[in-house]
């Protein structure tokens, strides 16, 4: 059962890590263009979401390569730990 749970809690910190920088972006930029509507008076929609679609997108490419590795690291960590879940130590 230790196996199983350190793989939860690495599953789940390896989640956290890789989720935080593209809702850290799309956060900012939210709150960014949030003031600039609040400042103009401009309510349009599309001014709201392409400024978001594109500072995310270049987010996961900038962090793509990095959270591929992490997933690489952890998909071969739950690989290695499969005959240690199997005995159920």
Known sequence: ?????GLLRETMAVTAVLCLPILAVGAIVGLGVAIVQAATQIQEQ?????????AIALTIVLFGPWGASLLE?????????IPQLVRGR
């Open 73 to 81: 690291r952890l998909f071969t960590d739950a690989i290695a730990a």
């Open 46 to 54: 599309t001014l709201t979401l392409l400024p978001k679609v594109v």
């Open 1 to 5: 059962m230790d196996a199983f749970d």
